[in-house]
């Protein structure tokens, strides 16, 4: 809990040339990280984990900007790597994004007062066409050609424009894969999930079955909802839009409820669909108890627990402090495990090497309690009498 944190919400922005915004669902409160949260509210428990129940999971995500009105300072020291793996497909149609400085990939083109980095996972389906096809352009989508606001200071409305960037560019870079149909299949897409680290400010935007899992204190805080059809909120919106969810799939086709492409199972420009592109929003605030975020494909998530993830990360980074290792470690758990799935991560850590708990710390120290007899006949040995 962060104090006098402020929260402002706001209503979802609907772009008339793309799908519009799906009807609220009821708002059930999700099991994630809200720093923003009342401490005297009544916390709902809703275990996310997949391998648990999938049914009890909510796609409710309040759309809100955080704001630290405290003068403390803290800056995330940025430190990343990543691993991915085809594990028992024939191909594998997964990509990522990973920046850690984003000031000098950008250039010129970057005026925010904060350093940033930015991560993505996109993982197709149909083929890895429209993966691929996003990570090609999501610079441009997101930052280049974006309607980025323009600020020298990070203040509530700057946040809040750049949610509404944000969203744009999901569903313009949803349209984009529809108007590539002469390279793009129609029966191709593809899952994102992005992560925009602003100075303090962490800016998660989900678009299907990846997911965010954030390490504070040791423990395990999910950011983003698993946008699948056993999810009871996702579902009823799909069936309020007319879709229907057969034998755990939508329409009996796919096991996601949103993505970009998959424009064969999308209604025209203008009309609300049961598939839709448009993410859903969670910001938090970093603090000095934020370890580390892990962001992974499905693949992963279907054998491995939040919790599981985050111990395993938490403990080889204890041992040799590098994320390429603890993300590729990550990856070798979900192959033992039997996942079917193409398996892809992203470990971005928020502290120094040097912040980091040495392996000799950690090693418990042994006390030998022995008694002067004892102690008496070991010297008597050791002396050769």
Known sequence: MVADAQVFCHPTLAVQYLCLPSPTAPKIEP??????????????????????????????????????????????????????????????????????????????????????????????HGGPDAAVYMKNNAMRFFFEDAELPQTADIDEKFLQDLETSHRKSFLLADKALADEHSIIDSYCGTTALTALVLGRHLLIANAGDCRAVLCRKGNAVQLSQDHRPSCQVERQRVENLGGTIEYGYLNGELAVTRALGDWYMKLPFGSASPLTAEPEFQWTLLTEDDEFLIIGCDGIWDVISNQEAVSLVHSELRLHKDPQQCARELINQALMRDTCDNVTAIIVCFSSPENQDSVASRRPRLRLCMSDEARSKLRSLLEGN
């Not at 405290?70 to 940025?78: F, V």
């Not at 790597?81 to 191909?91: A, E, K, L």
């Open 31 to 124: 099991d994630i990280f809200d720093v923003a949260r009342d401490p005297t509210d009544t916390p709902i428990s809703i275990d996310l984990s997949r391998r648990d129940s999938a049914l009890s999971c909510s796609t409710s995500v309040p759309t809100t900007t955080l704001f630290d009105s405290t003068t403390r300072k803290y800056a995330p020291k940025i430190r990343s790597g990543s691993h991915t793996d085809i594990g028992p497909r024939s191909s594998n149609e997964d990509e990522h994004i990973r920046i850690d400085d984003l000031c000098s990939h950008l250039g010129s083109n970057y005026t925010w007062p904060e350093s940033s980095s930015f991560y993505a996972v996109f993982d197709g």
